[in-house]
């Protein structure tokens, strides 16, 4: 058992909404957790074995990303759509899942909830993460995602239609050892010959999900685009809904009737509009374009509102990948979203915790806490795009990646998708 004094640093506290100077955490690192915090230096009460000059770094809690899949491949559209489409198999899907595990982790992003693996494969890629077999975020598994039979994503995922089925396949995934329920209830972007306003599963169906779940502690997610069903969705009683294209004063009051928290993935539409002309195909960039600005307005209305936003990207998506793309999600929450940098800081940290159920041990830097954190040289309040640049990361209390220096400059290296104009 090593006990480690990580000092003189500015650590982040939510409460204030700023970081706080001149403070220390202590860490164990046979239980990964904090065991003292506080400002100046540790009383002789507290002991430790170690430490570690933080040198005035900013450090914050490490990022939450609630809304990934794992087992996708971004850099697909790269190199001007010109890559061949990857493989189908198992084995394909959990090599690029191990990949995206360790790049996810090599940028800060220390948890992540994947909502939809194909093949299951989130369930056992949290096992060898567990085990210490592979690098990477901890994970909230929820396997196949549920959907209509020819639903959104019925590819990869489980195919239900009714209540009766509903049920038992809920009730086989959590035998399987999902941590969350995943459900598409409109169409989406992704699959032609649907729009964003489909309503896929009804009310029932979706409601009878929700009551399985949380009878055995699961949380619920939906896949939500069009007004109705963002409405249908919440009145079901899903912990969070995903994108939320259109939010009117009717779903605000149904979200905070019900404790509904929004999963914006903003980027996910962004970097499509942005870059995947040519070569995302015209019918799913066409839904982009006559979608984004409510999609952001309806972000931003949300927000204004006080309706938790907990941060997610729908990593795996074109152009939208497992590196700096989160700490660019937080940025658009800001230039897109009217949030404070703070605001879009708490999105990705405690905000993420509380809507994924585990705030008790994740989303701030405070004692009985995970040691999870990420430590920069600028101060994201002041510019929240630093978070996007090289930093230190920290899981239970262990230096897991070290910030990559320029040896002319002393300057941290600018991040890839900075270097393309994000």
Known sequence: MTKINYTNAAIYNHDKQDFETNHYVVVDTETGKIVNTGEGKPDGSVQFDETVDMKGKYVMPGIMNAHTHITSIPTYWWNDGKEDRHSDSREFNTMYAIRNMEDAINNGITYIRNVGAAYDIDIEVKKMQQK???????????????????????????????????????????????????????????KNGETPDDIQFNEDEVRAAVVEAHHKGKTVAAHVQGAEGVKEAARAGVDTVEHAFNIDDETIKIFKEHGTAVVPTMNAMYAIYKYGKDTVPEWARHKVVVNIKKHFASITK???????????????????????????????????????????????????????HVDDEYGEIATGKYADFIAMDENPIDDISVIQREKDVYQNGVNVHRAIVDVNTGAGVTSEMEAVGR
Request: aromatic share 4%; glycine share 14%; proline share 4%.
């Open 302 to 356: 949300a927000a204004a509102a006080g309706i938790p936003i907990a941060m997610g990207t729908d990593a795996g998506t074109p152009y939208n990948g497992f590196e700096s793309e989160s700490a660019y999600e937080m940025q658009l929450y800001v230039e897109k979203a009217s949030m404070t940098p703070a605001q879009a800081i708490d999105s990705a940290t405690i905000n993420c915790a509380r809507a994924m």
């Open 132 to 190: 210490g077999m592979i690098k990477g975020p901890k994970v909230m598994t929820s396997g196949r995602a549920f959907t209509m039979t020819g639903g959104h994503g019925a590819g990869s995922g489980h195919e239900v239609d009714g209540v009766d089925e509903m049920i038992k396949g809920v009730r086989t995934a959590m035998k399987k050892g999902v941590d969350n329920i995943k459900l598409m209830v409109t169409g989406g972007v992704l």
